[in-house]
Nanobody, 120 residues
């Protein structure tokens, strides 16, 4: 089993910054992809940013130029630096990991979510 623990959410004014972190632990041989998704009530969970183990990045158009994702492969952590936050960024943010366990089984996992609220 793999557990994801997120930290860093909270309340911030529009234009401000927040930094989200996520640490993965458990039966991990390799994490293929780590990233962040977000969800508002009644809506689907949408991609924010992902990062495969080779260092490439993938961002939603709505956050390009404002958010930056980074990974520490040795520590199995992923961080999302969020700058110039907008009211529309308000959501529950979920950490995501596509994990290959020892023994070869591959599966994906979600963190419990952390609330980000941007106020005017």
């Amino acid at each position: 089993q793999v557990q994801l623990v997120e930290s860093g959410g909270g309340l911030v004014q529009a234009g401000g910054s927040l930094r989200l972190s996520c640490a993965a632990s458990g039966s991990i041989f390799r994490i293929n992809v780590m990233g962040w998704f977000r969800q508002t009530p009644g809506e689907r969970r949408d991609l924010v940013a992902t990062m495969p183990s080779d260092g490439r990045t993938n961002y939603a158009d709505s956050v390009k130029g404002r958010f930056a994702i980074s990974r520490d492969n040795a520590k199995n952590t992923v961080t999302l630096q969020m700058n110039s936050l907008k009211l529309d960024d308000t959501a529950v943010y979920y950490c995501y990991a596509d994990v290959q366990a020892w023994g070869g089984r591959q599966d994906y996992y979600w963190g419990p979510g952390t609330q980000v609220t941007v106020s005017s």
